[in-house]
């Protein structure tokens, strides 16, 4: 049973950083593609950045490109989302998501119908 554990959001102001951990259990990840998302209140769930775990191959939203980061620790099953330069409009719970990335390519990442397995979620609040 695969499980996703994310931790690390919290209330920051507009221009700090904050970093989302996501501890992966149940399997071995080597073969799988693990994303993050983010859902505003009142607004659909997006895609952020997705990494695939063996190759380390990532894709990001545009609306993060250049100040978000998505990477992972083989050692710790973990994948981590570094956020820089925080703005208001990145408020929402952010989800880690997991994948078997067979069939999964650095274009179809970003597809939220891709992902199985989903972690609880983890509030970041940006203050202006």
């Known amino acids: 049973q695969v499980q996703l554990v994310e931790s690390g959001g919290g209330l920051v102001q507009a221009g700090g950083s904050l970093r989302l951990s996501c501890a992966a259990s149940?399997?071995?990840?080597?073969?799988?593609?693990m994303g993050w998302f983010r859902q505003a209140p009142g607004k659909e769930r997006e895609f952020v950045a997705a990494?695939?775990?063996?190759?380390?191959?990532?894709d990001y939203a545009d609306s993060v490109k250049g100040r978000f980061t998505i990477s992972r620790d083989n050692a710790k099953n973990t994948v981590y989302l570094q956020m820089n330069s925080l703005k208001p409009e990145d408020t929402a719970v952010y989800y880690c998501?997991?994948?078997?990335?067979?069939?999964?390519?650095?274009?179809?990442?970003?597809?939220?119908?891709?992902?199985?397995?989903w972690g609880q979620g983890t509030q970041v609040t940006v203050s202006s």
């Open positions: 990494i695939k775990w063996r190759a380390g191959s990532t």
């Open positions: 998501a997991a994948t078997n990335s067979l069939g999964i390519t650095i274009a179809t990442m970003r597809l939220i119908e891709k992902y199985v397995y």
């Open positions: 149940g399997r071995t990840f080597s073969s799988y593609a």
